[in-house]
């Protein structure tokens, strides 16, 4: 079996074990990746980043685990995350994003870019997913009615969890239906 990494690159506040992406990297690992976690340098940094700093700052650090990585390489973006969409595109690697600030130009230009098949996952009640925008960039997205850029729902919590079931699950067909068929 071909050599697998998934590289992990979190948010901005609950690194890259928070739900959203360690379900993504859950089902790359159950895939046969092997999964590098970046956590950031500087944890209280992001909060402080102005839109001009994100890219600069996060690209250095997906270099970094990029490096270390072998074989077929996937990339788990959630949100800040996102801005390491030019390095994504320059290497041609396959991705997901998960709630990925579509209304930044840096993250923007870095998806058009990219030639390699990569997931958008949003909720319509985030700020910063545009959901004409997401079905523009590439035919595999899951919108969420109603979710927040946590993916939370309005409601129960077991209603956002299952919102965290369709995730994964839109997570799994992605890869085994186009990354890693």
Do not use: C, K
């Amino acid at each position: 079996m071909t050599s697998r990494s998934a590289v992990v690159v979190p948010g901005g506040q609950n690194g890259p074990a928070a739900p959203l992406p360690l379900y993504a990297a859950d089902a790359a690992e159950h895939r046969g990746a092997r999964i590098h976690r970046i956590w950031w340098d500087e944890p209280d940094r992001p909060l402080t980043l102005t839109e001009a700093e994100r890219g600069p700052w996060v690209l250095p650090q997906v270099e970094r685990a990029l490096a270390a990585a072998e074989g077929e390489t996937l990339l788990i973006g959630r949100s800040l995350g996102s801005y390491a969409s030019p390095l994504v595109a320059d290497r041609e690697l396959p991705a997901v994003w998960l709630s990925p600030v579509l209304t930044d130009p840096w993250v923007l230009d870095g998806l058009r870019r990219s030639t390699a098949p990569f997931l958008v996952v949003g909720g319509t009640a985030d700020s910063l997913w545009d959901s004409a925008v997401a079905h523009e960039l590439t035919p595999y997205v899951l919108e969420v009615p109603e979710a927040s850029h946590g993916m939370y729902v309005p409601g129960r919590l077991a209603a956002s969890a299952a919102v965290l079931g369709q995730v994964a699950t839109a997570v799994e067909d992605f890869l085994d239906q186009v990354v890693w068929p």
